[in-house]
């Protein structure tokens, strides 16, 4: 039997000291914080992802780089002026002043203000397109213009029974319409992509099938419209 010198008994040399647990649960409660605050870095991450790609300011960036490609420096101004007006500040105009008005009656306010937003940007672009045409505008924007609102169009009846991402949509045109412009590089919008596809099924908005088929629609629909019209 194991004999303890310093206490003189066998017995004592058979007692072991108890393990603290309060190391190991401080470092579980450290190692929780530091998940939750990576949560929380990703969360903020793809809210601003999914805030600067927004469809009306990307459409804003390629009807600039669209206007400056087919038209004078005089003309590009006005064009550039008229193009804004109706793909982004007409639209988000509307949104805004849906939220304001249903926010306070109705609980879903932020779906129908959605639904609002791609409405409204669907009636504006076929707007923009009648004006657009009236004014003799290079044939290049009227029919960028023209597709957007057919898009946005398609994106509304799908969304009648199933949530197809307009997010990835407001990529997916640009890289078509940019391609078409200016050659393969103006695929490299097509970057932008991922990381819209990872925010928006991160942030649960839309699944990745919803996220991708709001992508290869609008893009192949875009593709043919510029290809039948202007080919």
């Known amino acids: 039997m194991p004999f303890d010198e310093r206490s003189g008994s066998p017995a004592a040399a058979q007692i072991k000291p108890k393990k603290s647990r309060r190391f190991d649960v401080n470092r579980a409660a450290v190692h929780g914080s530091d998940i939750a605050q990576a949560g929380r870095e990703r969360q903020r991450w793809a809210t601003a992802i999914s805030n600067v790609t927004s469809p009306s300011i990307i459409a804003l960036f390629t009807f600039v780089l669209v206007n400056y490609a087919v038209s004078s420096r005089l003309s590009f101004v006005g064009l550039t002026v008229l193009t804004t007006l109706f793909a982004a500040v007409v639209p988000l105009w509307i ?116 996220a991708l088929a709001g992508a290869l629609v609008s893009f192949v629909l875009m593709a043919l419209i510029l290809v039948l019209l202007l080919s």
């Open 95 to 210: 949104l805004l002043a849906w939220i304001r008005t249903r926010a306070r009656y109705a609980d879903n306010a932020a779906e129908a203000g959605r639904w609002c937003w791609v409405a409204a940007s669907t009636v504006s672009y076929f707007f923009g397109t009648a004006v657009l045409l009236l004014i003799r505008a290079p044939p290049l924007i009227a029919v960028v213009a023209f597709g957007y609102g057919t898009c946005m169009l398609v994106m509304l009846i799908i969304n009648l029974r199933w949530k197809i991402s307009v997010h990835t949509m407001g990529i997916a045109v640009p890289t078509a319409v940019l391609a078409f412009v200016f050659g393969a590089w103006g695929l490299t919008c097509g970057l932008l992509l991922p990381p819209v596809i990872w925010s928006r099924v991160y942030l649960k908005k839309h699944t990745i099938a919803q």
